[in-house]
C-alpha cells in the first residue's frame, strides 16, 4: 500500500475521532458526569493525532503537494473536519 494512501486512512479515522470526542465526549463528560467515551476514544484519538502529524511531516520530503500546503494541512489537523478537507483535496489531486 502506498504511503499517501496510508495517510488517506489516517486523515478519515482521525478526523471521524476527533469529531466524536466534541459531539459525543465532551457533552456526555460535562452534562452527563460520564467520563467513559472520553477516556474510550482519548488514546486512540492521540495515536491517530501524532500519526496523521508524522505522516505530513514524511510526505513533505517526497510530495510537492504536502511542501507547497504544509502548514494548512498540519493546522487542519486540529480544526474540527479539517482532516476530511486534506483528505478530499488530497484525493482530488492524486485522481
Keep these: 500500500m ?6 488517506r486512512i489516517v486523515a478519515f479515522l482521525e478526523g471521524l475521532s476527533y469529531i466524536l470526542l466534541l459531539c459525543v465526549g465532551v457533552p456526555l463528560k460535562y452534562i452527563g458526569n460520564d467520563v467513559t467515551v472520553v477516556k474510550l476514544l482519548g488514546m486512540p484519538h492521540g495515536f491517530l493525532f501524532m500519526a496523521y502529524i ?15 500546503h504544509f502548514i494548512l494541512i498540519t493546522l487542519a489537523s486540529i480544526i474540527p ?15
Design 81 to 95: 473536519f479539517g482532516t476530511f478537507v486534506v483528505e478530499h483535496k488530497l484525493r482530488k489531486t492524486i485522481s
Design 2 to 7: 502506498k504511503l499517501i494512501t496510508i495517510f
Design 54 to 68: 508524522a505522516f505530513v511531516i514524511v510526505l513533505r520530503f517526497d510530495n510537492l503537494w504536502f511542501k507547497k
